[in-house]
């Protein structure tokens, strides 16, 4: 009878963990921010408001961080938690670079109306890149997507059915499936999840250049995913191996981050005759 008993509560308790993890599943994906801790200003950069309308009616909230003398235009797609003000560093190293820069936060984030889901994130870059290449004007071969983290599958996705100049992702999982079996490897993660997120998948059908970027100290994401995402690519493609952790790898990395960056935009972003 005790073993009975056991067995029946270790089925209960696994029984409930798979409900658990099922029905709040965006809950352990998406943590974002409503409040809007800075502006670009405070890190000494000019910058326009910006508000866009998704395929599905959404109104979100960026911001356009321009610059001169002008290399090309990046679109940052940042990750799964916070929002756009806690991308501070990456905007003043990007405008370091020459880029001008359009980061958007997902509906549900700052001051982006609605809820985020995958559906939605995707609907939300491909605004993103509407606003650029046609309310801007800008051309799509002058333009190069970038994604963190969550950011990474959302920029491989977009890449994958636009035409940008290239693609960098940067401390990217292959897939939420493949993040799950790593948490969870006790759970049939086939059967729970139902938030994809196939960066490998994207990456495979992307026909531009790719830099990969992972920190071989990543706490968060294995670094064998970065290597992973990195032979997906067809190529041409460059891997770049971060210091540091999940969130600081492009501070600590320092100069040899931006320079890096640099090389590969010296690849895809010739100067304009």
Not at 92 to 113: C, K, M, N, P, W
Request: with cysteine.
């Amino acid at each position: 009878m005790l073993l009975l008993a056991l067995v029946t509560i270790l089925a209960t308790t696994w029984l409930a963990a798979f409900a658990l993890l099922y029905a709040f599943q965006p809950s352990f994906i998406y943590f974002p921010v409503r409040t809007l801790a800075a502006t670009p200003a405070d890190a000494g950069l000019a910058w326009e408001d910006v508000r866009l309308r998704t395929a599905d009616g959404v109104a979100l909230h960026g911001w356009y961080v321009p610059a001169e003398p002008l290399r090309g235009t990046l679109l940052f797609l940042h990750g799964n938690a916070g929002n756009i003000s806690h991308r501070l560093s990456s905007l003043a190293q990007f405008h370091r670079l020459g880029l001008a820069t359009l980061i958007v936060d997902y509906r549900g984030y700052g001051r982006s109306e609605g809820s985020p889901d995958e559906a939605g994130t995707y609907a939300d870059a491909h605004a993103a890149w509407r606003y650029l290449t046609a309310e801007r004007g800008i051309d799509p071969g002058r333009i190069v997507v970038f994604g963190r983290s969550l950011g990474g599958a959302v920029a491989a996705e977009l890449a994958a059915r636009t035409t940008p100049a290239g693609l960098i992702v940067e401390s990217a999982f292959t897939s939420v499936r493949a993040m799950s079996r790593h948490y969870y490897p006790w759970l049939p993660t086939a059967l729970l999840v139902r938030i994809r997120y196939p960066t490998l998948a994207y990456l495979r059908a992307i026909r531009c250049p790719v830099l990969v970027a992972h920190s071989r100290a990543d706490e968060i994401v294995p670094p064998a995913f970065g290597r992973e995402l990195y032979a997906a690519a067809p190529g041409p493609k460059w891997f770049l191996e971060l210091d540091g952790g999940h969130n600081d790898g492009h501070l600590v990395t320092g100069n040899r981050y931006l320079e890096a960056l640099d090389r590969f935009l010296a690849q895809v972003l010739p100067p304009s005759p």
